[in-house]
Structures are given as C-alpha cells and as structure tokens.
C-alpha cells in the first residue's frame, strides 16, 4: 500500500492538521487533503481513496442523504463521539465508525483496514438469536459491558477463562462472542481459531478484546477470523454500535 | 508533611534503610530460631538425664523432639495462614457482586451510591480492587464518573500515599487513570523515583497529556535511562516527535554526552518517521555516531551527497557501519549502488544477510541479481539470497 489519497471533510482547522500530521508520519500515505465543506456527491472526492469524516461538524450533518451518500460511504470512516456515532450508525452505513477518543494508532489502524478489499464470505450465514458470550477473566468489564448489551435487547452469558468460554460457545451457539485476547487456560486467539474451525459456529461474529494498540494481536485476530476488534479501555457503546455492526442489526 | 511519592529522594533512602532492615530481620529471625531450637535440646537432654543414661541417646531424642515439633508448629501455621487467606477471599467473593454492580451502575449511568460507601475493612479492599479494574478498563463519560467518584471518596488520596515499591506503582497507574491536575505534582516527582518502573509509569502517564515543556523533560530524562525503560517509552515520546524534533533533539544532538546521542539516535531509528528538514550532515562524520546516522538516512530529507556517503559507508572496515548502510540503500532503492552492494554478499554472514535483504527491497533488478546470486554455488552467499527471497515471496519487509 503506498501513496493512499485522505480527504479529511468538515475538521476544525486546528485538528485537521493534527489529523495531516499523523497521517503524514504513517507509512503508505500521502499529504491529506481537507475540504471544510464539501457535498458527498462531489468530484472533489473521488480521487480519494480514504475520506475522513467529522460527524459532528456542519459538513458531517448535512451528509444524510443516502443516495448522495452511497458513492463515498464504502471509504468513509466517520469520526465523532460515541454518543454522535451510535444514531448516526443505525441509520447509515460507513466503512468504519471511529470514536474522536481514540488513540492516533487506532484511528492510523482503523484507517488502514478501511483501506483493505471487502472480504465477503457468502457461504456465512446469518446470526440467529440474541445470546452473547462475554469472556473477560476481568469482571469489573464485563459486567458494565453485560448492562449495556441488555438494554439493546441482548442476553450475556460470562465466562472468565478461555476455556469457559469455549465450553459456552460449543454449547450455546450464540449470535456473537466478545473475546478478551489474554484470558487464562486458553486465550482469545485459541478460542477464535477453535470457533472458526467448526462448521456449526460459522455464524458466530467474533469481536476481540484487545489491549491498546496491539496492532500485531489485531491483524493476527483478523487472520484467525475474528469479525471486528476494540481496543482497552473502551466505551461499552462504542462495542455495542460494532456487536450491532457486525449482527448487521443497525 | 510531604506525602512518601511525594518526595522520591527522601523515598529512595528510606526504601534502602527498609530493604536492609529486612535483611537484618530475616537474618536475626534464622539465628534466633537456631537459639531457640539449641536451648530446647538442651534443655531436653537435661530432663532426659535421670531416664536415659546414654548420652548419645539422650541429645538425639531430644533433638528429634525439637525437630518434630518445630515440623508440627511450621505445618499448623500454614494450614492456619491458608484457611485465613481461604476465609477471607471467601469474604471479598461474598461483598465482590453487589459493589460492582454499584460501580457498574455509577460508571454506566451515573446512578448514586446506593448505601455509605464502606470506608475501611474487606469491603473498601474489594472495592478499591473493583473501582481500579473498572478505571484501567474503561474510558470517556464511564471512565469520568469512576474518576469523579475516586476523588470524592478519597481513594486518590489513598494511592498518592502508597508505600511499598510495587503499590507505588500501581498507585501512579491509577492515578493516571485519574488525571487530575491535582496529581500531576505528584507523577512529576514520581519522575525522580528511584524505582525504575515507577519512573516509567509516571513518564508514560505525564506523555499522554504532556505540554512541551514536560516533553522535552522527560525526553532529556529517558535519555539516562536503562535500554529496557528507552524502548517501553519509544511509543509514547513518538506522540510528541514533531515537537520534540523542533526544538528538543536538535539541542541534545548539538551539545550532549555522546552516550546521549547515540540513544538519541536510537529512538528516532525506533520511530522509523519521515524527518523532513532534518539536517543529519553534521553527524555524518562522528565516526562513533555512523551505524545509527545511516540507518536513519532513509528517513530525513536525503541530501545530494547521500550516495557518496552510503558507497563510503559501505566500503568502510566497520561491519555495523556496513549493515547500516546495505540496510539504508535498499530501503532508499539506490540502484546506482548495486556494484558496491553486490561484493557484500561474499563476506560474511552479517553483511550477506543485510545486503540480500536490500537486494530484495530494489526492485526486479535487485531480485535478478538474487536468482544469479543463488546459481553460483557460494554457500553463504546462496543462503542469505535463498532468505532474501523467500522473505520478498511472502512479503515480508
């Protein structure tokens, strides 16, 4: 990857070029570009290979008409809070959804796999039900995540070791597993293989827990199969918005 | 009176008076036992004299009997230390469920305290443990009301005055985590602990919100530190690397110890960041400096003489001088340097492997002298082609 376009669309003046900065400093990546104001539908936009846009800023709310919007959103990542993105993720569908907390190597991350082909499996078939297994040996976590799921309609089932966890997937066959990465007896990666390697799981979407900025445990969870990662510490909302993401239920 | 973090040099030989006090004790504590134990042999055999006449009867029955039971004391006092510890995790599993959920309800939505809010005992133990899990794992508004409630309960207070070493420095995470201003005080003296990993947490802590003053501190600071300390904080100084590299490292380059360079040089070789305008000449020509100097020419703004730099580079006796720079040409794709290059790979393993690996960074040309390379039956030089190539085939750089 050398030399992707980034247009970054509605950024105040100051953090756009906080925002060039960092992209400048990654490798693959050349001078972005930032429109303040500039319509979805533009030709500005189409030598872009990456847009970035701010969904709180005046540009980011007036691109709400899906038609429009269709020509861009399969390489728009769309930046703001996570009390911002969660409406705006029900309603539209962006490549990724970047919360404005997250760190530089995550937004860089996020960036560079918004940048990589569609991998499309047709042969998935559809999550079923609404049973998640949380697996996290910290408890503190999950039970905060566990209530953020619940008012979403969600039933959590915990396990605090890899092992548990596995036992719990085998056994109920959930929509979804959220997987911490370090876990005792067995860890995420081992759970995630396993789960993937059996046929009658192929439906279960997997999202890893990771500690911040592990890129390597990311693209080594993206090559066991896992459907999404988010990084410690995290917004319970933010990893509601990517369990509904990947359930294809926003 | 300053709080123990608070004055790190006070700590420092507070912390060495304690750890020869222990010595001392332990010590102190073996010899009495061995006392204890002699006196009541002989105190044994004096009882055993009318029963037993033997003397050598006498002393080792009485040993034995010291012996036994000093095993039956030992084994009653770790069956009792373990069904104490048993009895009270047992406590803390019991009070665990309801405080998180209370934390659980605090971070998520705010709720108030449903009870008082246990000031000493097991419960504020747990929930000290739950509250500091909950402040590492999550972040934004969740994060915010943990931390409120943190300050106003006074756990804050209680970390900054943490004593023990390995408390210290959970104490300086937490209140990280925290991020008030109140504690920056604290984490800038944290900075001059004499415990290197409490210096590493509080330098990590102050980057992530650091204004420039204290990131060109901690920079100049890191710079004294050990090997290990250098690379844990490589990641975090790269956050101020633009700033740094205006006015910091341009300083410590011009006018420092040469040991300070040389680590310097090592963190900006970390960053592996385009440095444009940064004018790397003048270095050029510190002998003791080359090895890092070229490695990063492939990362500043690359002068008219780079070139000649890298051909002399590569014919100088200096094997690091060498790699460097083989590793510089082929990440600089120099293909005018292939003559020099190509002789490399007849030297030794080092050099091959380093010049291979550029070879395979150049290009189709570079890859066909690779294939020439490996039907000429050198072994050494076949093998780190083979290396090389097999590297480019799964496309690792």
């Known amino acids: ?250 | 009176m300053p709080s123990p973090t608070e004055s790190a040099p006070l700590w420092g030989r507070l912390a060495t008076c304690g750890r020869l006090a222990i010595g001392l004790h332990i010590y102190t504590k073996t010899a009495l036992v061995f006392l204890l134990a002699a006196l009541a042999t002989l105190a044994l055999n004096q009882h055993f004299t009318p029963h037993f006449p033997d003397a050598t009867l006498r002393l080792a029955l009485s040993f034995s009997l010291v012996q036994i039971t000093a095993t039956i004391t030992l084994a009653l006092y770790l069956i009792a230390q373990r069904s104490f510890t048993r009895f009270q995790k047992n406590i803390h599993d019991q009070l665990r469920p309801a405080l998180q959920e209370n934390i659980t309800a605090l971070a998520f939505s705010g709720q108030a305290w449903p009870a008082t809010v246990p000031k000493q005992g097991p419960a504020r133990q747990v929930l000290e443990e739950c509250l500091s899990t909950a402040l590492s794992g999550l972040r934004d508004s969740n994060r915010d009301r943990l931390t409120q409630f943190a300050w106003d309960q006074g756990f804050a207070r209680q970390w900054q005055q943490a004593c023990s070493s390995p408390s210290r420095k959970r104490a300086i995470a937490l209140l990280a985590a925290v991020s008030r201003p109140e504690t920056h005080a604290l984490m800038e003296n944290a900075l001059a602990d004499p415990d290197p990993a409490i210096r590493t947490e509080a330098a990590r802590a102050l980057l992530a919100n650091a204004d420039p003053a204290t990131a060109d501190r901690i920079f100049r600071a890191v710079l004294n530190e050990s090997l290990l300390i250098r690379v844990l904080l490589t990641a975090d100084l790269k956050r101020h690397a633009r700033l740094l590299l205006s006015q910091t490292i341009p300083s410590v380059l011009a006018d420092s110890p040469s040991q300070q360079i040389v680590n310097c040089l090592e963190i900006l070789s970390a960053w592996k960041l385009a440095i444009p305008g940064f004018d790397i000449s003048p270095l050029l020509d510190r002998l003791e400096h080359l090895p890092l100097v070229v490695a990063l020419l492939p990362y500043v703004q690359v002068p008219d003489t780079v070139e000649d730099h890298l051909r002399s580079a590569l014919e100088t006796p200096d094997l690091e001088v060498r790699c460097a720079a083989a590793h510089a040409v082929g990440q600089l794709k120099l293909n005018a340097l292939l003559p020099t290059l190509l002789p490399l790979l007849n030297l030794n393993a080092r050099l091959a492997a380093a010049s291979a690996k550029a070879l395979a960074q150049m290009g189709p040309e570079g890859e066909r002298h690779l294939q020439a390379v490996l039907a000429s039956g050198d072994r050494k030089a076949s093998a780190a082609a083979m290396e090389a190539l097999e590297t480019l085939a799964v496309g690792v750089q």
């Not at chain 1, 979805?40 to 701010?54: G, M, R, V």
């Not at chain 1, 309609?153 to 596995?166: I, P, Q």
């Not at chain 1, 990311?218 to 410690?232: E, M, N, P, Q």
Request: charged letters at 25%; glycine letters at 6%.
């Open chain 1, 1 to 250: 990857m050398t030399g992707k376009r980034v247009a970054l669309v509605g950024f105040p003046p100051p953090q756009a070029a906080e925002l060039t900065q960092i992209i400048m400093d990654a490798e693959g990546f050349t001078r972005p570009l930032s429109p303040l104001q500039v319509d979805p539908a533009s030709d500005i936009l189409k030598p872009f290979e990456l847009i970035l846009l701010d969904v709180e800023s005046s540009a980011g709310t007036s691109w709400t008409d899906p038609e429009k919007l269709a020509q861009v959103q399969d390489r728009c990542i769309a930046v703001g809070d996570v009390s911002a993105l969660r409406p705006l993720a029900s309603s539209l569908s962006f490549r990724e959804y970047c919360p404005r907390s997250s760190s530089t190597e995550e937004l860089l991350l996020r960036c560079t796999l918004a940048l990589r082909p569609h991998t499309h499996s047709p042969q998935r078939s559809a999550p079923v039900g609404s049973t998640v297994v949380l697996a996290d040996d910290d408890t503190s976590v999950t039970s905060i995540v566990r209530r953020a799921l619940e008012r979403n309609g969600m039933t959590c089932e915990l396990a605090a070791t890899g092992k548990d966890a596995l036992a719990l997937i085998t056994r109920l066959k959930p929509c979804a597993a959220v997987l911490d990465v370090h876990m005792p007896t067995i860890d995420g990666f081992e759970v995630l293989s396993r789960t993937r390697s059996s046929a009658e799981l192929a439906h279960t979407r997997i999202i890893l827990l990771t500690g911040s900025e592990q890129e390597s445990d990311v693209i080594r969870g993206f090559t066991l199969g896992a459907d999404d990662y988010i990084c410690k510490p995290f917004n319970p909302m933010e990893l509601t918005i990517r369990l509904m993401r990947v359930l294809g239920r926003l």
